[in-house]
């Protein structure tokens, strides 16, 4: 069974403190890991997908890299805006569907 | 940008009343998904669709149907609510370029089942 782990499950920063979240899948074979950010009340919002070992993507403060049993969202300098809950998705190859596996996510509160 | 639009953030059903939740993309995206999201369980895939009238049913799909009469819109029904179906309802649209795949989600149905 393809399972999405992600921690911590909660994270408390002050701003500025760089860190990271951590996403480790059991998949019988990736073919894509996305990251999403959701505020309270709202739907995700698309940040990033990496396809293979060794990819990285960043967007403002955030970084994502990918090995072949995880993914590291890191984020530098944070800011009060980057407040909210931080979710993995893994998409299985072979399945025929473009359907998500999502881990329960990492609630993010950066202090100001 | 892809835009997901559902039709209510708020909704208030009573048990065993027939529910239509509906999400409308304007990206002529063959997938579609419906997903409910509750604390402790993240989100769950019930349904999703790949073309016109085709469905395939998710993680959870009981208790649900869902219709696909024109690509642009995928309509999730709880043909008899109950309590245990009030969640957050998000619909979410997928985006294919080439190898890249990206899903876009809508801002989520807030249902609550009295």
């Known amino acids: 069974e393809d399972q999405v782990t992600q921690s911590p499950e909660a994270l408390r920063l002050q701003e500025g403190e760089s860190s990271s979240l951590n996403c480790s899948y059991t998949v019988s074979g990736l073919r894509g890991l996305f990251w999403y950010r959701q505020d309270p009340g709202k739907g995700p919002e698309f940040l990033f997908t990496?396809?293979?070992a060794g990819e990285e993507k960043e967007k403002e403060r955030l970084k994502a890299t990918l090995t072949k049993k995880e993914s590291f969202l890191h984020i530098t300098a944070p800011k009060p805006e980057d407040s909210a809950t931080y979710l993995c998705a893994v998409q299985v190859s072979g399945a025929g569907s473009y359907q998500l596996t999502f881990g329960k996510g990492t609630k993010l509160s950066v202090i100001p | 940008d892809v835009k997901v639009t559902q039709s209510s953030r708020y909704l208030v059903k009573r048990t065993g009343e027939k529910v239509f939740l509906e999400c409308v993309q304007d990206m002529d995206h063959e997938n579609m998904f419906w997903y409910r999201q509750d604390p402790g369980l993240g989100l769950r895939l019930i349904y999703f669709s790949y073309d016109v009238k085709m469905k395939e049913k998710g993680d959870i799909p009981e208790g649900y149907s869902v219709s696909r009469e024109k690509k642009e819109r995928f309509s999730l029904i709880l043909e008899s609510a109950s309590t245990n179906q009030t969640s957050m309802y998000l619909c979410a649209s997928l985006r294919i370029g080439g190898s890249s795949y990206e899903q876009y989600f809508g801002p989520g149905t807030r249902l609550t089942v009295t």
């Open positions: 990496l396809y293979s």
